[in-house]
């Protein structure tokens, strides 16, 4: 029998089980409706031939179920060997209880319809009609018996018949239908096999594209967030569902002012990284129809854009100055040394010597530009070097006070971390430091009171060395920020504008960057941000 009752193995185990189960759960429904009929109504309610076995096949046939219960509840052992227990129980149970109410005449021959269904839908279809076969058997077994012994008549056989008719068909509808609903689970098992497959494959590419991204929704909260960009925001604050506003307040303002103008902003403003090392860029995409809605944000890091713009700049104005610098040089000199000569004269009064003065300084500017300019062109390679940075500045500051007569109350040096090793170019970093604070000097520090304060340390969280420059002058204007860095843009009176722009591009080439700040409190805050020790090539 073991052979013949084989269960579809190329079925669900899950379906399988689940049948089982709600089988047990019919016997032992049966056996108790039936033992509480009898006992209730005696043979009013049921005819039974021998209350006896009646009970005692009825009591076994309620333990069965419920020991079975535990048993496919706790799926211990296999499907196969419950499935074929469950055939054996069923055929010889009703057999019996067929046997003691008076065969199909007494209508409990119906209780095999529900036992063959459900297990021919666990069952290939073969093995299904081998089931009908053996209740039929079973079946038409006890109307001979019956009818032999005087306790039915030959109409019992056609009662027999139509109801092993009715359990091939049962049989047969029933395995066909579960074999379609393993089908239909099995092909709704595979989409969520390749959707989950899909949605990993997703992340998979999310977390680990260049480009940065979040998912901001209506209420500003963030929904997804790739690796980059948790990396620029924070790594300890973005998170999914975090607030925007407690990330980064400044990209809550952008993506507040753009949803206000409907897109039609033009670029938003950029902002510095959580880092403190990165200047970020900013773009908005809407996500579905209609506001409010999703937003999709994507985050540029300006500082490899910005360092091939101003190698192009840089190579422009290289040509450029190869061209005509010696054409401008000789002339400036030439006017340069005529006012000279003209100032030496005694008879120019004082109206002509401020003439000659003004032609003096403004050769002197232009002389400037153009060595500046000769500088960027000529620049020599760099050669970065290992400095403990802390000894260096107070080198620095020691020069720096000596030749621009600055006393200790106007520049003042401040810091916690003692060991901190950078990797720079000497002279270069000279040059940077050096304009950095000859324009806080000049431009950041009206007040006596407020001197300039060279600071140093680590940021958090990358542990790169920084060292900034921090004034409390009247600051830079919003509209200008994102200009203080181009060529030949200034601000002020008599500025070259290629100082800032010099020093940026020192920073760059030895793999560092210049970052502005606007001052707590009012002021400016010009910070160098060092390359990763970590990242350092020998």
């Not at 005819?47 to 535990?70: D, G, H, K, N």
Request: proline share 5%.
């Amino acid at each position: 029998m073991s052979q013949a009752v084989e269960p579809n193995t190329g079925a669900d185990p899950a379906f399988n089980w689940r049948v089982l189960a709600l089988l047990n759960l019919y016997r032992g429904l049966v056996a108790l409706l039936l033992a509480v009929l009898y006992y209730l109504f005696g043979s009013r309610g049921l005819v039974v031939e021998s209350p006896p076995l009646f009970f005692s096949t009825s009591f076994a046939y309620f333990v069965f179920a419920v020991f079975s219960v535990v048993l496919v509840r706790r799926r211990m052992g296999n499907p196969r060997y419950h499935t074929i227990a469950q055939v054996a129980v069923d055929l010889c149970v009703l057999t019996l209880i067929l046997q003691t109410s008076g065969g199909v005449g007494g209508g409990l021959g119906l209780l095999f319809l529900v036992p063959v269904g459900g297990l021919s839908s666990v069952l290939r279809t073969r093995n299904a009609l081998f089931l009908a076969a053996l209740a039929t058997f079973g079946i038409l077994f006890v109307t001979v018996g019956l009818e032999v012994g005087g306790h039915a008549d030959i109409g019992a056989y056609t009662s027999a018949g139509l109801l092993g008719a009715m359990l091939f068909t049962i049989a047969t509808a029933a395995s066909l239908l579960a074999g379609r609903v393993r089908a239909s689970e099995a092909l709704v098992l595979q989409k969520d096999v390749d959707l989950a497959n899909m949605a990993e494959l997703s992340q998979y590419i999310l977390q680990h594209l260049r480009e940065s991204l979040l998912v901001v929704d209506a209420g500003d909260n963030i929904r997804l967030i790739n690796a980059s960009a948790a990396d620029i925001l924070g790594k300890e604050r973005a998170l999914p569902d975090a607030l925007l506003g407690e990330v980064s307040p400044r990209l809550l303002y952008s993506l507040s002012t753009w949803r206000q103008n409907a897109g039609r902003e033009r670029t938003p403003e950029s902002f510095v990284a959580a880092d403190g090392g990165r200047v970020i860029q900013p773009y908005f995409a809407p996500l579905g129809q209609g506001p409010p809605g999703p937003t999709l944000i994507f985050l540029e890091d300006t500082t490899l854009m910005a360092e091939r713009v101003q190698q192009s700049k840089l190579a422009a104005l290289g040509r450029l100055s190869a061209s005509i610098a010696h054409e401008i040089r000789n002339p400036v000199g030439a006017m340069s040394h005529a006012g000279q000569l003209l100032a030496e004269s005694p008879a120019i009064g004082p109206d002509e010597r401020r003439l000659t003065e003004i032609i003096s300084s403004n050769a002197e500017r232009v002389s400037a530009i153009i060595n500046n300019v000769l500088q960027l062109s000529r620049r020599e390679p760099t050669k970065a070097q290992r400095l403990p940075l802390v000894e260096w500045l107070h080198d620095f500051l020691r020069e720096f006070s000596q030749t621009t007569q600055v006393s200790g109350t106007q520049i003042r040096l401040q810091g916690e971390a003692n060991k901190l090793v950078v990797r720079f170019d000497p002279g270069q970093l000279h040059q940077v430091v050096w304009n950095l604070c000859d324009n806080a000097l000049k431009y950041g520090s009206p007040r006596s009171d407020a001197p300039v304060e060279v600071r140093y340390g680590r940021l958090s969280p990358n542990n790169r060395p920084y060292l900034e420059v921090a004034d409390r002058g009247s600051g830079i204007e919003e509209k200008v920020v994102e200009r203080i860095f181009e060529p030949f843009f200034t601000g002020r009176k008599g500025g070259t504008g290629l100082g800032l722009y010099i020093a940026r591009e020192l920073c760059q080439l030895n793999r560092s960057v210049l970052l502005y700040e606007e001052r707590d409190g009012g002021g400016s805050i010009f910070r160098v941000v060092f390359s990763d020790p970590q990242r350092w090539e020998e």
